[in-house]
Nanobody, 132 residues
């Protein structure tokens, strides 16, 4: 069964940095949508950053929420199904539970991030807390 294992969450002060990691295993395809979502209690889940690897040699298209553009960067190892989210200049507004997720192709659909966000595979989540 497909499995996602996350790490890297924690508590930092505003302006600090964190790097989240997510390892995907037992996945049968060479390409995948992988990325990070976050959720605050009582609020809707939102997409933060995703990447699609369309070739063996490099990463494919990426998506970033407007609120994190210029501060967060998503990347993926080519030889191993591991995705990273480098988070810089963190703000208290970034405080949330962060979930890694994967899907065969949903990130290729136009305006997918405005939909139900029902990707196929999900990690257990890692808490990110940013204090002022």
């Amino acid at each position: 069964q497909v499995q996602l294992v996350e790490s890297g969450g924690g508590s930092v002060q505003a302006g600090g940095s964190l790097r989240l990691s997510c390892a995907l295993s037992e996945y049968s395809y060479s390409s995948a949508c992988m990325g990070w979502f976050r959720q605050v209690p009582g609020e809707e889940r939102e997409a933060v950053a995703t990447i699609y690897t369309a070739t063996v040699t490099g990463g494919g298209p990426t998506y970033y929420a407007d609120s994190v553009k210029g501060r967060f960067n998503i990347s993926q190892d080519n030889g191993k199904n591991t995705v990273y989210l480098q988070m810089n200049s963190l703000k208290p507004e970034d405080t949330a539970m962060y979930y890694c997720a994967a899907d065969r192709l949903k990130c290729l659909v136009s305006n997918w991030y405005k939909g139900k966000l029902d990707w196929s595979y999900w990690g257990q989540g890692t808490q990110v807390t940013v204090s002022s």
